[in-house]
């Protein structure tokens, strides 16, 4: 009955193929090719992983830390070198210093310690700049452009300044995006093993702004009274502890009283700013200042403040940071416009080479759980352990791509469940996932097309991964359209199978074409948006995919199962 008429095209191009049994072998073949293929792109790295991908914003802060025991005058002069070379970017709207604090919390702040910081060697500097829809340059480049420029015109005024530039991330916040945590028992150690690591930090390729979290080693000048001087001299140690505070802080002296208020106003007396403070970190201008200072006697004779305080010279406490009550240090670095991924394991393993001279290195063997990357290190002469975790946002991306991996696969045994109660067959089932399980190919290949086209790299991100996800349903349900186009000829109209196929595909054709289109044209607005970009084109590409997969691949499945 059908051999009379001509058949379209694509129905005769589909039973050409079922007809042949080398043409069958050549569409498995190529596709199982393509799929090696693309999931090869990852390791050979022509396709990035990154967990957050970059995002464009209005504002972005910078961290100026100078040395422990500097002064807010060198803090000062850093700051204001920075504000120098920032100040001829024509997209900066404005700009706003906090000297030895932090700045006021932001969404960064709050997880980078922000709110910790006090004391004269810290400064922020917030930067707001032009609204982001007018601007032609995104704040991540910018960021990337200037923080060479700054870091080395700025870090060399007061020596061991670090300057970091702090962006505002896509996703939640971390640390850094490199932070690895050292944990010892003995504070100075860990300490000098934190200084090692962020050596290493500091050489890899694609890392900035290292820092080691732990404070530099200071001296600081303790002043002491001396007792029997003091008694002698007919003063007495209360009266020499006022004079001191009143010439370094300054002190309430007296009160007010008013008749509009309750309380009583203090009144505050304290050198002027010039007189007050000491030039430089050294012990002769402190004598300077102290023999400007004298007190009056009993007998009215005026006695200098030297003759009876002594100058001791003491090293500064450093801080001691603990994490779940283990003495550890965090070391911390962010990343260039890079994925966090690659740096690391290439730290890692120069890590391993490095320290391997002094210590025996153990990998942590759990697999795929957040610690995967961890390194014990055992000191060969002392015995004594260490720990390297790594944290940031390199365990939330491990935390993340498990989480997503584990939504997928729940996903796959649902729809797969699904299928056997309708189809009463596991063939038709695991050919239909299989089918929607290549899409993967496309949205791949898609990145790596998309790449080559975007100014910065195009990284398949944490959305890539839902939109991967999304498609699943849409894929299986193309080949289940069809299945069940064949089986009805099969059955009803009890059409030859190969010819059943060709019929059904090239009946499906058309609404699984539309259907793609729609897509297609739906989620090309997403695919410029810097976040959901990955979305956008995972959902292009893994559709267009789909589409062949199911026309081509699936009717050559089908052709071979005894189910249908």
Same mark, same amino acid.
Not at 172 to 187: C, F, H, Q, R, W
Not at 393 to 417: N, P, S
């Given at each position: ?448 097309? /998309?790449?080559?086209?975007? !100014?910065?790299?195009?990284? =398949? +991100? &944490?959305?890539?991964? $839902?939109?991967?996800? %999304? *498609? ?31 019929? /059904?595909?090239?009946?499906? !054709?058309?609404?699984?074409? =539309? +259907? &793609?289109?729609?897509? $297609?044209?739906?989620? %090309? *607005? ?36 005894? !189910?249908?």
């Amino acid at each position: 009955m059908h051999s009379h008429h001509k058949h379209p095209r694509f129905e005769a191009f589909v039973y050409n193929i079922l007809q042949s049994k080398t043409k069958k072998f050549m569409v498995i073949f190529l596709t199982l090719l393509a799929l090696a293929g693309s999931v090869m792109m990852l390791p050979s790295k022509l396709v990035l992983a990154k967990m957050l991908p970059g995002k464009s914003t209005n504002t972005y802060s910078i961290y100026i830390d100078t040395p422990s025991g500097s002064s807010i005058e060198q803090t000062k002069k850093v700051s204001q070198c920075v504000i120098d070379i920032l100040k001829n970017e024509p997209e900066i709207k404005n700009m706003e210093t906090f000297y030895a604090q932090g700045s006021p919390l932001d969404y960064a702040g709050l997880v980078k310690g922000s709110a910790m910081k006090m004391g004269q060697q810290y400064a922020e500097i917030v930067v707001n700049l032009t609204d982001k829809h007018t601007r032609e340059d995104k704040s991540f480049l910018m960021v990337q452009r200037l923080r060479p420029v700054v870091q080395h015109s700025c870090e060399k005024l007061v020596k061991g300044t670090n300057i970091k530039f702090i962006e505002m991330p896509a996703g939640p916040p971390t640390l850094a995006s490199i932070v690895v945590e050292v944990y010892g028992k003995d504070n100075s150690k860990v300490i000098k093993l934190g200084h090692e690591v962020s050596k290493i930090l500091a050489k890899t390729d694609g890392l900035v702004d290292v820092d080691v979290m732990a404070d530099e080693s200071y001296d600081k000048y303790q002043l002491l009274p001396i007792n029997d001087k003091i008694s002698r001299a007919g003063l007495n140690v209360d009266q020499i502890n006022k004079i001191l505070y009143l010439a370094f802080e300054g002190m309430g002296i007296a009160v007010k009283n008013t008749i509009d208020h309750n309380d009583q106003i203090p009144i505050f007396v304290s050198l002027s700013k010039d007189s007050k403070t000491i030039q430089s970190n050294n012990i002769d201008d402190l004598k300077n200042k102290l023999s400007s200072l004298s007190l009056m006697n009993r007998q009215g004779m005026m006695i200098p403040l030297t003759e009876v305080v002594k100058i001791v010279k003491v090293p500064a406490n450093k801080t001691i940071f603990h994490k779940d009550l283990k003495t550890m240090v965090n070391v911390i670095a962010e990343t260039d416009m890079v994925s966090q991924v690659y740096p690391l394991l290439e730290a890692r393993d120069a890590m391993i080479e490095y320290f391997s001279k002094d210590y025996e290195v153990k990998k942590v063997p759990e697999f795929m759980s957040t610690y995967m990357f961890d390194l014990t290190l055992k000191d060969k002469k002392t015995g004594e352990e260490y720990l390297l975790r790594w944290d940031g946002e390199m365990k939330v991306t491990l935390d993340t791509f498990r989480d997503l991996g584990a939504a997928f696969i729940a996903a796959l045994i649902l729809i797969f469940l699904l299928l056997v109660v309708y189809y009463k067959s596991f063939t038709i089932s695991g050919m239909i996932l299989a089918g929607s399980f290549l899409s993967i190919i496309g949205v791949i290949v898609g990145h790596w097309v /998309a790449d080559i086209f975007t !100014a910065q790299t195009f990284f =398949l +991100t &944490a959305t890539s991964l $839902i939109g991967f996800i %999304a *498609l699943m349903g849409i894929s299986s349900r193309n080949s289940l359209l069809l299945i069940d186009f064949a089986k009805g000829l099969i059955d009803n109209k009890h059409i030859e199978k190969k010819r059943a196929i060709a019929i /059904a595909s090239n009946t499906r !054709a058309k609404p699984i074409m =539309l +259907t &793609a289109i729609a897509i $297609i044209l739906g989620s %090309a *607005l997403l695919a410029s948006d810097p976040v959901f970009g990955g979305l956008g084109v995972a959902l292009i590409s893994g559709t267009v995919a789909a589409v062949i997969v199911s026309l081509i691949f699936i009717p050559v499945l089908m052709d071979n199962t005894k !189910a249908i």
